[in-house]
């Protein structure tokens, strides 16, 4: 009889990845490999010809990841968008990055299934959501352009979390964490063999600390970037028949938080330098107070001739009384809140048909809603003196998001079937997977809707008593001041204290529907022993429909108001426009890998990737923009060493021609325009990324050593102009000539480690620190703001980890992550030009901890 299926399929070295693998540190395990399993065999991850960084279990524990945006802090290569959140992370590998609206450039997958989709007025999904970084096999971040395998097409790379199967022993754990900021965390599983043949492992995790960012300004909260989550996860395995396997995780996630404030960091009006240097930015003719000229002509007026010296004598001015720190914050949002729910059923059936052909099927069902309340501007205006006294005082802010009654700012189901067939030749030279894939995204609701309150600038008659000849025009600034945005409770104001001066408020309703197909085949044919050849190739259809509609509510009294459509009404008498869009794509790629011997891998490698387009049907005007393509070429070579000095040496080189490239770029208003300020997304023109990347781990006697390093080196080289009516010309988020966003030129991180001499009656005791170096990086262009590039800076962390406590089944933790509690920023840039006020978001200062872990039955020993 034959025994009972295992986990995956063929063991070609172009196949390993597939699978879900199991990671093992090399100083734990004792050899100088990291081993994945594939198909009945084992196989090193130093046979793979890809770009790849592994963690374990006990390396995410170590490094205290939880979120997208910690393993960002750990991995060169890959950096994570966080300034609306870490929850809401979006990753970019080698210089390929998310922006809003935009199908992700990095995959990220959960057992073998991609992140749920949402497409709404603030960053939110694509991703794995909160609480799914415990009881892990491992995670692995490919690097370069997927989708000839498995899943959906990306062009940046893919992050694969493997969670734990079920297994045939009885056992379990218990862990909790306390540390500073109050922080708590708790986790356990329960691995129950109910049958030799149906195995049951269960999981929970609970987080909840407070927040690093302190609000000073005793309005709303008195903290951000706090954690509140709490997930759980339940995974069965039948074994239908020796040779049949069916395997079905379901899991949940909440989180309820405050979201994130960003820090100002610059202002630009006049005696209040916040950090500029006027000699190098002077401040611009928009800045200066408008007064109408000798002819009749007015000069340029925007938002940052009023918002800026009121930033500047308010809050900035607060701050320098109370002479805040730098994790401290003027915040003037009454109700934040950042609310994510996520569950999924991912149910994975594997038919192993011959010893030589194995059929697996993946199908899941998700469903994601976030729903957010922030301020864009990270402000906290008062209203200055003003003609009608009532209003002198009232707070408002530039743009203030809120999700419309009722509705969610994100909602979305997401529903993948995937159908894999993977197999070998009889002799072995040839391994080979042939598949399709399918998604489609709906709606949850009939719509889900933003409300978003807007600043902004016009012009009027220049009041009587200003004593100006007559038809002087001067500039204005309305706004809404509200105290339940939610229930559009608002009062307008603006400058002129006239009543017949209207205040705006955008409202956005939006739905998408995504039907994603691909048709791909991959293949590995060993020449020789030694020399192996492989090919791939894919076909992809991507079908896009949107719906949206912005109304404008203009208040000219307290709660009272009058709604237009901002593209004016449609034959059917709502403000829905309506758009789609399809493409189809051929993708490939070709690889050859030479083996001198068992230790030593060389490969060179030629990819094709591409990244659908999409709408956004939540702005004034809906836009669309195209698919964005990448020419991938990469080196690269694997050495593995054994003896009394173990480990090994991976290096890579890559250059990507860049076409198309999908950028996020500002829109700003017209002088006189009530259109919102908005994000467009445009196609970029042409790009240039190439770099080097290294990894390696060293192991001698109770010692090791594992260091990563990226060298990145990317340029803009072209840039196709876009206009959008009532903006001004819309401005690329990079700079023609310049590096792109979030790639940092440099990247390295070292992590040593060692093994304390104590006898092993009283357990393992290992002391580990984590540094991490990371390059100034650019978060904006100059053309947008001159504060848009990032600091370079410095983290190190310890760990003392104290497994089997005196032989007990108990294993004791200490951390401690940036012990120097180096204050650094993580993104800066988007408000200057509208505001002439520019924001930060800030990274986490020195945070420790313990944790206590208790093992049972099984996983005792």
């Known amino acids: ?59 995410v524990a170590a490094r205290n990841i939880v979120s997208g945006n910690d393993l960002a802090t750990y991995t060169p290569s890959l950096s994570a968008n966080a300034r609306f959140g870490a929850e809401t992370a979006a990753f970019a590998i080698r210089g390929f990055t998310q922006e809003n609206f935009t199908s992700p450039s990095v995959g990220t997958y959960f057992a073998d299934v991609i992140g749920p989709r949402a497409n709404g007025g603030t960053a939110a999904g694509n991703g794995a959501g909160v609480g799914q970084f415990f009881d892990l096999q491992n995670v692995q971040v490919l690097k370069g352009p997927q989708g000839t395998l498995f899943g959906r097409n990306t062009t940046g790379g893919a992050v694969l979390i493997v969670p734990q199967k079920p297994t045939d022993e009885l056992g379990g754990y218990i862990e909790g964490s306390i540390g500073n900021y109050n922080m708590y965390r708790i986790q356990g599983v329960l691995n129950v063999p109910l049958a030799d043949t149906f195995k049951v492992r269960l999981g929970f995790e609970r987080q909840k600390r407070d927040g690093y960012i302190h609000n000073k300004s005793g309005i709303g909260p008195d903290d951000y970037d706090n954690v509140n989550y709490w997930a759980v996860r339940a995974a069965v395995v039948a074994d239908l028949t020796p040779d049949l396997e069916n395997y079905l995780i379901a899991r949940y996630s909440e989180s309820e938080t405050n979201g994130t404030w960003n820090k100002i960091v610059a202002v630009n009006a006049t005696g209040c330098d916040a950090g500029v240097d006027r000699s190098r930015y002077p401040l611009p003719a928009s800045s200066q107070v408008n007064i109408p000229n000798p002819d009749g002509s007015i000069r340029l007026a925007n938002t940052a001739s009023f918002l800026a010296p009121l930033a500047c004598s308010g809050f900035i001015a607060r701050q320098k009384e109370r002479r805040d720190g730098f994790w401290d914050v003027d915040a003037g949002n009454p109700h934040p809140f950042l609310r994510i729910k996520q569950w999924g059923i991912t149910n994975t059936t594997t038919w192993r048909m011959s010893d030589n052909v194995t059929l697996k099927n993946i199908a899941s069902y998700q469903q994601f809603r976030q729903s957010q309340s922030l301020y864009i501007g990270n402000d906290s205006f008062v209203f200055p003196n003003s003609p009608n006294p009532a209003w002198n005082g009232l707070p408002f802010t530039w743009v203030g998001i809120y999700p419309a009654e009722g509705l969610a700012n994100a909602e979305q189901e997401t529903i993948t079937e995937e159908l894999q067939i993977q197999g070998r030749s009889s002799d072995g030279r040839l391994d080979y997977v042939l598949g399709g894939y399918y998604e489609q995204a709906n709606p949850l609701s009939p719509f889900q809707g933003t409300y978003s309150q807007i600043s902004y600038v016009n012009f009027a008659p220049a009041p009587a008593s200003l004593n100006l000849p007559a038809g002087s025009l001067l500039p204005f600034m309305a706004t809404l001041s509200c105290s339940d945005l939610g229930k559009l409770q608002c009062t307008p104001i603006n400058t002129f204290g006239s009543s017949a001066i209207p205040s705006l408020l955008q409202n956005s309703l939006t739905r998408y529907w995504y039907e994603n197909i691909g048709f791909f085949a991959q293949a590995t044919y060993k020449l020789t022993d030694r020399f192996s050849v492989t090919g791939g190739i894919r076909y992809t259809i991507d079908k896009t429909r949107a719906e949206g509609g912005t109304r404008q509510l203009f208040f000219y009294a307290p709660n009272l108001y009058n709604v237009v459509c901002a593209s004016g009404a449609q034959p059917d008498g709502t403000c829905l426009t309506r758009d789609s869009q399809t493409t189809r794509k051929p993708t490939w790629l070709i690889n050859v890998d030479y083996k001198p011997n068992d230790d030593i891998l060389l490969y060179a490698k030629y990819a094709r990737g591409y990244r659908q387009g999409n709408i956004n049907a939540s702005n004034t005007i809906p836009q669309g923009w195209g698919p964005e393509k990448v020419d991938s070429y990469e080196i690269g070579a694997k050495l593995a060493f054994r003896g009394t000095l173990s480990g090994y040496f991976n290096i890579a080189g890559f250059y990507n021609d860049f076409s198309d490239q999908q950028l996020a770029a500002s829109l700003i208003p017209e002088p006189g325009s009530t259109a919102s300020p908005a994000q467009a997304i445009v196609n ?12 390696t781990l060293v192991n001698y006697s109770l010692f090791s050593l594992a260091v990563g390093y990226t060298y990145l080196d990317t340029k803009m080289k072209s840039f196709t102009p876009v206009n959008f009516p009532g903006y001004l010309p819309a401005t690329p988020n990079a700079d023609v000539g310049g ?3 979030l790639s940092p030129k440099h990247k390295i991180t070292i992590t040593p480690s060692v093994r304390l001499p104590v006898d092993d009656s009283l357990g393992q005791i290992r002391v580990s620190a984590t540094y991490v170096h990371t390059s100034s990086q650019v978060t904006s262009a100059q053309a947008l703001t001159p504060f848009g590039t990032v600091p370079a800076f410095d983290l190190l962390n310890l760990n003392l980890t104290w497994n089997a406590v005196g032989g007990l089944p108990v294993d004791l933790s200490a951390f401690v992550t940036n012990l120097t509690n180096k204050e650094y920023y993580t993104f800066v840039g988007g408000g200057w030009q509208s505001t002439g006020i520019e924001y930060g978001a800030i990274g986490m200062p020195r945070m420790y901890g313990m944790r206590l872990k208790f093992r049972f039955g099984a996983m005792a020993n």
């Open 1 to 59: 009889m034959k025994a009972p299926i295992r986990f995956a399929l063929a063991a070609g070295t172009a196949l390993a990845w597939i699978a879900p693998a199991l990671a093992q540190e090399a100083g734990d395990a004792g050899s100088g490999d990291i081993v994945v399993t594939a198909r009945r065999v084992e196989e090193r991850l130093q046979d793979v010809p890809i770009s790849i960084t592994v963690y374990n279990q006990e390396q």
């Open 684 to 695: 970029a023109g042409k790009s240039r990324i190439q770099g080097v990347e290294v990894d």
């Open 739 to 741: 590096p792109l966003p």
